[in-house]
């Protein structure tokens, strides 16, 4: 009997999130030049836009958490490929080790992003500046990254059991080398 290898529909569900993410942490990156393009106009004219500076670091938070989780299946996180190499063998329980501690360090990061946007709603916490824009509407983004990021370390640790391999890809910076 021969096994299917084609990816399953929660593998390509999965990796569907984890690419539309990354698009968002991209149109992130780009509305923040839009930001700063139109805080130099500001800058140059008679015209004020308060809380510009904000929203670039609003936006630069929301782009690196909701880009977490399309990186490490990516292999574009830093590993420690030299120590799981010189495992040899027992390389699968230095993934295994590393994979859990990851998937229990990023629950408890999601856990808590997720507390801090339910508080700031619940407060009515708002930023300091002159914009006053409710924090818990640029936290989103932030707990959605922490939670994907656990789902996509979570993933790659059940995966890792059931297969005996991760889902991250080959190094990228080894790749662009060996080209």
């Known amino acids: 009997m021969q096994q299917d290898r084609s990816p399953g529909v929660a593998r390509r569900v999965l990796d569907r999130i984890y690419a539309a993410c990354t698009g968002l942490a991209a149109l992130c990156l780009v509305s923040m030049l839009g930001v700063i393009v139109m805080q130099m106009i500001a800058r140059w004219s008679a015209f004020t836009f308060p809380g510009a500076t904000d929203y670039a670091g609003y936006l630069m938070a929301a782009a690196s958490f909701l880009a977490f989780a399309g990186a490490l299946n990516s292999g574009a996180h830093i590993r420690v490929g030299l120590v799981l190499t010189a495992l040899?063998?027992?390389?699968?329980?230095?993934?295994?080790?590393?994979?859990?501690?990851?998937?229990?360090?990023?629950?408890?990061?999601?856990?808590?992003?997720?507390?801090?946007?339910?508080?700031?709603?619940?407060?009515?916490?708002?930023?300091?500046?002159?914009?006053?824009?409710?924090?818990?509407?640029?936290?989103?983004?932030?707990?959605?990254?922490?939670?994907?990021?656990?789902?996509?370390?979570?993933?790659n640790l059940v995966t890792l059991i059931l297969t005996g391999r991760d889902n991250i890809r080959d190094d990228v910076a080894a790749q662009s080398h060996a080209e």
Do not use: N
């Not at 063998?89 to 295994?96: D, M, Q």
């Not at 009515?124 to 996509?152: E, K, R, Y």
């Open 88 to 155: 040899g063998r027992h390389r699968f329980w230095g993934e295994f080790w590393c994979l859990a501690v990851g998937t229990a360090a990023t629950g408890y990061l999601a856990w808590y992003a997720v507390r801090l946007v339910y508080w700031s709603k619940k407060l009515g916490d708002v930023s300091q500046g002159q914009d006053a824009t409710p924090l818990w509407i640029v936290q989103m983004p932030v707990a959605l990254g922490a939670i994907l990021l656990a789902v996509a370390f979570a993933d």
